[in-house]
């Protein structure tokens, strides 16, 4: 599985931004997606995971972050809404081939490249 993230940007504290990431392979509503995020000097974090029709949210991006996937398409989305300056970093996609949500990085096969999110106050 191949993972391209797209959308990132710069946006002003209070913005919007949604991510998408596109996949490649006919398996692909099969995967656990996931979105982490990175900030500088910091570790990659779990922000997002889909599978079928459940999500699971850190608590930091709970009620602001919502997740979608289109299997037609092969890409997942993330709505980024009420951004702050702590939403800063670069934000990458992955897939999962094991069942069941997992905020752990470690559960992730795939990754894509990153794209980056500034979010200014």
């Known amino acids: 599985v191949q993972l391209q993230a797209s959308g990132g940007g710069l946006v002003q504290a209070g913005g919007s931004l949604k991510l998408s990431c596109a996949a490649s392979?006919?398996?692909?509503?099969?995967?656990?997606m996931g979105w982490f995020r990175q900030a500088p000097g910091k570790e990659r974090e779990f922000v997002s995971a889909?599978?079928?029709?459940?999500?699971y949210y850190a608590d930091s991006v709970k009620g602001r972050f919502t997740m979608s996937r289109d299997n037609a398409k092969n890409t997942v989305y993330l709505q980024m809404n009420s951004l702050k300056p702590e939403d800063t970093g670069v934000y990458y996609c992955a897939a999962r081939s094991s069942y069941g949500l997992s905020p752990s990085s470690h559960d992730y096969d795939y990754w894509g490249q990153g794209t980056q999110v500034t979010v200014s106050s």
């Open positions: 889909i599978s079928g029709g459940r999500q």
């Open positions: 392979g006919r398996t692909f509503s099969s995967y656990v």
